[in-house]
């Protein structure tokens, strides 16, 4: 357990847990939310099985009769994240903001069918719904905590770095490219009919085959790049 947030109103969350996942592929997160009364204490050691907490309704917008766990498994975007935010986060790097949460109902599916599935491979599998090119300067911290990320030559020199990412944003592989680049910018997205700001959560804008980042993309892609300057 490496967080708790145990304040009803602290968060859209409600009460939350945070449990740290070490499975040889970088570390996963999973998320337990909407809480009632959390019995864990940061630092336990939990197993399959543990209690952690009581299900309940906490946080904005949940009434008893709607009340429900919330779970997530998730990848840490970044260390950085007081920086990326500009202010003070009351949560560190366990905000929902830094935590991108896999497609989890699919997850459980494959596991189902194969016992060799690993988060790697599941993600291998999943197709990118955009690329973003951006200028090469350092090794991007998403690679150095998660290097099967890595897909191509990366002791190359390149320009740039090319970033696949699902419509939700999990980020599927990270591609040197010969691509000359001063800024994030789009370089693939799937076609669709309508607007892809409607798939994406806002962060492209566009239909088609032509999309562009939005603000709320650009501070996104930030979060993978450590440049938090106000785009």
Known sequence: VVYINNSAGGSTYGRYVVIKHDWNCGPFYSLYAHLSRVSAKVGDKVIGGTPIAI???????????????????????T???????????????????????????????????????????????????????????????????????????????????????TDSGIPLSVVPSHRKVTKATITFVRTTRSKHEFYTRGRLTGIGRKATLTRNGRKFVALFTNEYTKP
Do not use: Q
Request: hydrophobic share 35%.
């Open 55 to 77: 299900m309940g309704y906490s946080g904005t917008g949940i009434s008893r009769t709607r009340a429900h766990l919330h779970l997530e498994l998730c990848m840490l975007s």
């Open 79 to 165: 260390k950085n994240f007081t920086d990326w935010i500009g202010t003070k986060a009351p949560h560190g790097i366990y905000d929902g903001r830094n935590l991108i949460g896999v497609d989890l109902a699919s997850l459980f599916l494959a596991t189902k069918e194969s016992d060799k599935v690993t988060l790697p491979k599941f993600l291998e599998s999943a197709s990118p719904y955009f690329k973003v090119a951006i200028p090469r300067k350092d090794e991007l911290e998403i690679t150095k905590r998660y290097p099967w990320l890595k897909k191509g030559d990366h002791n190359s020199d390149s320009p740039s770095f090319e970033i696949s990412f």
